[in-house]
């Protein structure tokens, strides 16, 4: 699978090794760059109090062996971002986790026993050794396979003090990597950090005994060490933690099986993982606890969709175990099922009304630090704890094909305020909702019988396309719909099961559908190439007008109308008629815009759409600041909705973690915009109901806005990307348009295949079959079973 970045993630992703490091503290280590690289950290969550009321609220709901909420165990620090074990990535976890929250390192030994943290045995995946050190690659056996590279056991602590850290997971951003993050032995990790938590993983013991190194003997001397605390300690191999057990029997140390891959083998019993995993008894006399996959618990098919979830949390707490779940990225996709949302991974393991595991073990650890505070045990119909409007993009088209009945009804149950529609016309006149004028983008048209009528229309798009005028509406409802996976240049594709599922919607029956919904705020209408159309014969302002007044929408209050459009000269034809809502799309980013531009916008419009770059531009995925643009326009009385908000990390900048949440929370905390255009609704809906928002000076690190250009800042001259333009300025001449052009005559056409007109009921719109459009209440239903 592809990432951001175009580079695969390390194989230590899914082997159960830890990710990356940085340089060695010398004993008085060099902290070159650090106290810079601290402050800007410092300044990413400026407006952070390290406060929070986590689990205030949810107290005894919670199903944890203890009852208390569980942990968040940050993997390496913020290794997601940082590379693995830094002071950087430690440092950024304590300012986005919970107060509780626990750095995990991962010890390795040098050749003079010294314990360090880094995150796998060899070192040359995780720093510059090779370039340090060119000449001392070496082979071991390691649990009986050879292995070649870079290991600690070949250095003294010294001399690792020569080489920094490096991001190891190569779909992640190395541009922080000249920040020389030195690796950082034990106990220096604890002292410069002072963490709640402290987590050390032993993961090799055997390999460093045939090497006359003793891990055991390390462990027992950090116990001696009056100013180090040591909250878990955890390993894969039983024999390991049977030798240590005794001594930390009696101590508030808790120690913790790890259990790997089911096929694998635990080199000291020489029994798969699997097998150990139905003895919990056997576990229960050395470890309080057990680490394994999230996979143990909630499995996959084939398909990458959850299956039913095992016994496994209930059967270990019934003995007394803890279960903490690793391999929590939110860069990596586990399931369909979540949609790309990683706030809704983490809330199958901490909140689906069966059990919880006890902690969680994150590359992210902001994510989860705001599942277990801010969204557990949220009910559905929570109160909205701020005003932000949430307008759908063709429905929910992140999880069903867009403009179909069932990517509208999921919108609908999803907690949508405003559900859109795309208004194309047909060859026979008919309004319909789709994605783009042009069929191929959204269905299989290039693969049916209608595949000759390929055209290229310069004044419309580039290139060649099937366009919805030149078939008629009959012929275009025997089309399959495909949803769109916008992402899919990485390999992130969405919910395939259903990627042809779904009917197609004319307006009219898009009108009944949102009518019969009582939950939603009102409808969008977008009409675009309007002139266009109306010099081929097809009048679609009048189109629409006519069905919005057929279907009632001038003779109701309950929903209200928006009528969207990217040429003035439509919305002051609707302005001239109508009392409907008026949305101005920019479609181009920008970097500000005239005075007298606003002021003509005003003219014409309520409120405007503008492209997320043109509140927050980007230079290679990086903020790099913030624009006046939002300030401007709401300062003449126009709301701002910004779009598109998507699940998929790719689309989003670095700046925001991967987390769809965190990008939502800094465009409408930090970028001020009155709404959101989305094709996932459910995200931004249970966004607006967290019990983490307006608490004040109280707002915890994970809930906070973050900085625009904290983190470009920390790139260093080398990794520097090249500078770009800034965004343009929005003028006059970009908003002004002529009138509409009178619709011109148009001969009587028949349907591509010559087959008969589709029948006309009263209204004058084409008949559809009872069955093309279920009920919306079994749409609904249906959906529910499939989510």
Not at 175 to 203: A, C, E, H, R
Not at 403 to 411: G, R
Not at 457 to 465: D, K, L
Not at 647 to 669: G, H, K, L, R, Y
Request: hydrophobic share 40%.
């Amino acid at each position: 699978m592809v990432y951001k970045g175009g580079k695969k993630p390390s194989p230590a992703i899914s082997g159960g090794a830890e990710l990356s490091s940085e340089k060695i503290f010398p004993p008085m280590g060099s902290l070159r760059g650090i106290s810079v690289a601290i402050f800007v950290l410092q300044a990413l969550f400026a407006s952070v109090a390290l406060v929070s009321a986590q689990g205030s609220t949810n107290g005894s709901r919670w199903q944890t062996l203890n009852g208390r909420p569980p942990l968040v165990i940050a993997h390496g620090g913020f290794s997601g971002i940082f590379a693995s074990s830094s002071f950087g990535a430690y440092s950024l976890a304590l300012l986005t986790s919970l107060p509780n929250v626990i750095l995990w390192c991962d010890v390795q030994l040098t050749r003079d026993a010294a314990g360090i943290c880094f995150p796998d045995l060899k070192l040359d995946n995780n720093s510059d050794v090779a370039t340090v050190y060119s000449d001392r690659k070496r082979t071991y056996l390691v649990n009986g396979v050879s292995t070649n590279g870079w290991f600690s056991i070949d250095f003294t602590v010294k001399e690792l003090g020569n080489v920094i850290l490096t991001q190891g997971v190569y779909s992640r951003t190395n541009k922080f990597d000249g920040q020389s993050y030195p690796i950082m032995t034990v106990q220096n990790t604890y002292t410069q950090l002072n963490p709640p938590g402290f987590w050390l993983n032993i993961q090799h013991d055997a390999f460093y005994a045939q090497h006359n190194l003793s891990m055991r003997s390390f462990v027992l001397s950090l116990t001696r060490n009056a100013n180090l605390t040591i909250s878990y300690i955890s390993s894969p191999e039983v024999a390991f933690l049977q030798s240590i057990a005794p001594t930390f029997r009696r101590t508030a140390t808790n120690l913790v099986f790890r259990f790997l891959g089911q096929n694998d083998v635990e080199p000291s019993t020489n029994q798969t993982y699997g097998s150990l995993l139905q003895n919990i008894t056997f576990i229960k006399t050395f470890a309080s606890g057990i680490i394994v996959p999230k996979s143990y618990i909630w499995p996959v098919d084939s398909q990458l969709y959850l299956l039913p979830s095992t016994s496994l949390v209930l059967d270990a707490h019934r003995d007394g175990l803890q279960v903490f779940a690793s391999e929590f990225y939110n860069d990596v996709p586990f399931s369909f099922n979540y949609s790309y949302d990683p706030v809704a991974e983490y809330l199958q393991f901490v909140n689906n009304g069966q059990f919880s595991v006890d902690g969680v073990i994150s590359d992210f650890p902001i994510t989860p630090s705001a599942a277990i505070d801010c969204f557990a045990h949220l009910d559905r119909n929570a109160s909205k704890q701020v005003d932000l409007l949430v307008i759908s993009s063709n429905g929910a088209s992140g999880d069903f094909p867009g403009c179909t009945d069932l990517a509208y009804s999921k919108a609908i149950q999803d907690g949508v305020d405003v559900l859109d529609c795309p208004v194309q016309m047909t060859m026979d006149g008919t309004p319909i909702c789709l994605s783009s004028i042009n069929l191929i983008d959204s269905t299989t048209v290039a693969q049916s019988s209608f595949s000759n009528l390929t055209t290229t229309i310069p004044e419309i798009m580039q290139g060649s396309g099937i366009f919805t005028f030149n078939m008629s509406w009959n012929d275009i409802q025997s089309l399959t719909p495909v949803i769109s996976s916008p992402q899919s240049q990485y390999e992130l594709f969405r919910n395939p099961k259903f990627r042809n599922a779904g009917k197609l919607l004319s307006l009219s029956d898009f009108l009944t559908m949102a009518s019969n919904a009582s939950s939603i705020q009102g409808v969008l209408i977008s009409i675009e190439n309007a002139v266009f159309l109306a010099e081929q014969g097809f009048g679609v302002t009048d189109a629409v007008l006519n069905a919005l007044s057929k279907a009632g929408y001038n003779n109701q209050t309950a929903q209200k109308v928006m009528i969207q459009s990217s040429d003035s000269s439509v919305l002051m034809k609707f302005k001239s008629q109508t009392n409907y809502d008026l949305v101005y799309k920019i479609n181009e980013d920008i970097g500000g815009t005239q005075n007298s531009t606003v002021d003509d916008i005003k003219r014409f419009a309520t409120s405007v759409v503008i492209s997320k770059d043109s509140v927050f531009p980007v230079n290679s995925l990086f903020i790099t600041g913030v624009t006046s643009v939002v300030q401007r326009l709401q300062a003449a009385n126009l709301s701002v909705y910004a779009e598109t908000f998507s699940n998929e990390f790719t689309s989003q900048a670095w700046d925001f973690f991967s987390d769809a949440t965190v990008e939502i929370n800094s465009f409408f905390m930090g970028g001020g915009i009155n709404g959101v255009v989305t094709d996932f609704p459910k995200t931004s809906n249970r966004y607006r109901r967290n019990r983490c928002l307006n608490r004040g000076n109280r707002t915890p690190g994970y809930m906070s806005p973050v900085q625009p250009g904290s983190l470009y800042q920390l790139i260093t001259a080398p990794y520097l990307p090249p500078a770009e333009a800034p965004n343009p300025i929005l003028t006059d001449a970009d908003v002004v348009e002529p009138p509409l052009p009178p619709v011109a005559a148009r001969a009587p056409t028949s349907s591509p295949n010559s087959t008969a007109a589709a029948p006309r009921s009263p209204n004058g719109q084409p008949k559809v079959a009872a069955s093309v459009i279920l009920p919306l209440l079994t749409v609904l239903v249906a959906i529910c079973v499939l989510f």
